[in-house]
């Protein structure tokens, strides 16, 4: 249950970006320091709030480049921000990171969160 939602959270999240992202994964595999915008989707949390019952959370890491271009992935994650709360996507909060690619290069991202499902 949990790979085929994730499956359709990536579809989904696909069809909302288009053009904003050179890339929506699971596995943050692809993500380069030339990455103009990326999503990745996270391992969800699970709460089982009773017996039987099951609260799914998912969180997401958009991340935008070039590294050299702070002000450029800033406004590119605003963009995908603003995208995906447009699509009525249930954004709880986002909350300002880096992603560290290794050496000193980090981008600048967010780590979303999604309303349980």
């Known amino acids: ?10 579809t989904e999240i696909e069809d909302a970006l288009g053009d ?9 595999v692809g993500l380069k320091p030339s990455t103009r915008a990326a999503v990745m989707i996270q ?3 699970i709460t089982f709030p009773a017996f039987g019952e099951r609260d799914t959370t998912w969180k997401l890491t958009a ?21 995906l709360e447009l699509d009525q996507f249930n954004i709880s909060q986002a909350e300002p990171a ?3 690619l290794g050496g000193a290069v980090q981008l600048p991202a967010y780590e979303i969160t999604l309303n349980p499902e």
Do not use: C, F
Not at 20 to 28: A, I, N
């Open 1 to 10: 249950m949990i790979a085929e939602r994730a499956e359709q959270l990536r």
């Open 20 to 28: 904003l992202v050179d890339l929506v994964t699971l596995t943050g």
């Open 43 to 45: 391992p969800p949390s």
């Open 63 to 83: 991340v935008a480049g070039p590294a050299d271009r702070p002000l450029l992935a800033l406004a590119a994650l605003d963009q995908i921000l603003e995208r």
């Open 98 to 100: 880096t992603l560290d």
